[in-house]
């Protein structure tokens, strides 16, 4: 039985997915298998997979093919065919840094968590730099707060991961992260925290259109678990108004003045630092 089990899910990975293997076989620590699921792709990525195995020969190399089913059904197809010890997520166009293995062995020997997170370090548009990160330890703080946790940056213990799969609705889908985070820690599980970023974290261009069909997924998550009765309606109603706070800002920050001004309206905040740039984003001044 391999330590790791690495969990990669590819759709119209072309571009980026023989980085994100290279990332993977540099490893320092080598007990670990792979795991590809190609989600119904059109373009190049199941050849490249093939032949990414036949090459590899010694390595321990599992391949799934399968319909466009999306991202948490392609995860799970892996996660349940995984025989390692704790499955590490990994993203098609993300890299981890080559000594990301060999540290998280070291922190899961001495802690055995349930599931462990790291932070990651953002590429791709600008310059690296670091993305905020802390312990999360309670639902309330991560609705409120934000989400700290990428899923290329997470290693779940793999029973805790196969008797929990990804939701697979289309309601969720971009958020079956968030649904699973708020789950496990419903279910008191601790979401171990370490400290050292081992991820790189790719960004892309074109946000502002996808970002406000994100921001009704994570709504919808949110609107479920307060269905269930785990999120109060006090702290549903906060959590929306944060996210289009959130919303507001990314869109300032980018002179998107239309759709920061329609989201800083809903975000409801009028705290003198929100009326502010509430004024500066009317005025047409990006900060």
């Known amino acids: ?149 990428v899923p290329s940056a997470v290693a779940l213990f793999s029973d805790l991961a196969k008797a929990h799969p990804f939701v697979t609705d289309e309601a969720y889908h971009g958020a079956e992260d968030l649904f699973l985070w708020i789950t496990l820690l419903h279910e008191g599980h601790n979401l171990h925290f370490f400290p050292a970023p081992l991820t790189l974290y790719r960004e892309e261009g074109g946000m502002s259109t996808r970002l406000d069909e994100h921001l009704k997924k994570v709504i919808s998550v949110f609107r479920h678990f307060a269905e269930a009765e785990i999120i109060s309606a006090e702290l549903l109603e906060k959590a929306i108004r944060r996210k289009h706070y959130e919303a507001a800002r990314f869109n300032h920050k980018r002179s998107l003045h239309r759709e920061a001004g329609w989201h800083y309206s809903a975000s409801r905040s009028y705290a003198p630092k929100s009326l502010a740039l509430r004024l500066m984003n009317y005025l047409r001044i990006s900060t």
């Open 1 to 149: 039985m391999p330590f790791f089990s690495v969990i990669i899910p590819v759709y119209e990975g072309e571009s980026t997915i023989e980085e994100t293997l290279r990332s993977v076989t540099s490893q320092s620590f080598t007990d670990y298998e792979i795991l590809l699921v190609n989600d119904g792709s059109t373009d190049a990525t199941v050849s490249l997979l093939r032949s990414f195995k036949k090459a590899h020969p010694q390595r321990d190399i599992t391949l799934i093919e399968q319909d466009n089913r999306g991202l948490g059904a392609a995860r799970n197809a892996a996660i349940q065919a995984a025989t390692g010890k704790y499955c590490v997520l990994l993203d098609a166009d993300d890299l981890w840094k080559p000594e990301k293995l060999e540290v998280l062995h070291q922190e899961i020997i001495r802690h055995e968590p349930a599931m462990l997170y790291h932070p990651v370090v953002t590429f791709g548009l600008q310059k690296h730099w670091q993305r905020k990160a802390w312990p999360v330890k309670s639902i309330r703080e991560l609705v409120l707060k934000g989400n700290p946790i």
